[in-house]
């Protein structure tokens, strides 16, 4: 089962002013080939899957315990792509007929993202094209090598698709992000390779990072080094996993210092709170009646 928690894995700033064209790059991180629902599921799916447990414990229990931090991932990138779509509304009077509901999304639409008509002018399970996240992105062999040599490989693609959005925008809050991601996934990968180094003797680390960008090269990931994420695996559980301890130890591969097991999740940081868009019904035309009575059943609630 699991426990959710109502925050961001990481505060991330809310964009000043609309940007459709970084939305749609960032999308291909929740939607496409490499991105958070394809590492998400997979890790899911091979937990659900995994045979023998109890004998093989540690493994099964960084795979399931990754995966439950690849939830929090998905919510990091939709309000990312939610607070660059922020503010976006069109010009005109929705009841003198001169508001055109395809304004909201032409910009969008010209970067090449494909916003569904019933959508919620928000992320969607889709590529940067518009092309919908598929279930066979998703690899579980069932044998426990291959599957950790496939996420050792699908980390490492992911970190490379996350490299060339990066180089597709210089909106500082999707870079904010992304330097979190990067970062984050290269303990993943990290954590993958000393797995498979425990089952086959081979040293997978000396092949990272793949691509052969040091985190400390991109700035937005600079912060969240020298806090140490990058030397953190947490442990997404009250009482369950601590046998990923048994995987995760040494030193970290830029030495700065020994590989950690936190108990609990990171601090993180508050949702968005976003704006309306009136014209699109969403929440409704006339928002201030739905917040009106939302303020009702809250005091109704607290008191």
Request: charged share 20%.
């Amino acid at each position: 089962m699991f426990l959710r928690i109502d925050k961001l894995q990481v505060e991330m700033p809310l964009p000043s002013e609309p940007d459709p064209s970084a939305a749609a790059a960032v999308n291909e991180l929740m939607g496409g080939r490499f991105g958070e629902l394809t590492t998400l599921n997979t890790y899911l799916f091979q937990s659900f899957n995994f045979r023998q447990r109890e004998k093989l414990r540690p493994f099964y229990a960084l795979i399931a315990n990754i995966a439950t931090e690849e939830l929090g991932h998905i919510e990091l990138v939709g309000a990312a792509v939610n607070g660059l779509l922020n503010g976006a509304q069109p010009k005109g009077d929705i009841t003198k007929g001169d508001a055109t509901f395809s304004h909201l999304f032409s910009h969008a639409a010209g970067a090449g993202m494909n916003y569904h008509i019933n959508g919620p002018h928000g992320v969607m399970p889709m590529s940067a094209l518009g092309q919908p996240w598929r279930g066979d992105f998703i690899f579980n062999s069932g044998n426990l090598v291959l599957d950790l040599l496939h996420n050792f490989f699908l980390e490492n693609g992911a970190r490379t698709v996350k490299l060339r959005v990066y180089e597709m925008t210089k909106n500082p809050a999707a870079r904010h992000m992304l330097g979190y991601l990067f970062t984050r996934g290269g303990v993943h990968a990290h954590a993958y390779a000393l797995a498979l180094e425990q089952l086959t003797g081979v040293d997978m680390k000396k092949m990272l990072p793949i691509p052969n960008i040091e985190g400390a090269e991109i700035p937005e990931s600079g912060p969240f080094m020298a806090e140490g994420m990058h030397r953190r695996l947490y442990r997404f559980s009250p009482e369950d996993y601590s046998e990923i301890s048994s995987i995760w130890k040494g030193d970290s591969l830029d030495g700065s210092g020994p590989l950690e097991v936190m108990d609990g999740p990171p601090t993180g940081g508050p949702q968005y709170e976003m704006d309306g868009v009136a014209s699109a019904f969403i929440p409704n035309y006339k928002p201030e009646e739905i917040l009106e009575i939302a303020k009702k059943l809250y005091s109704k609630a607290v008191g």
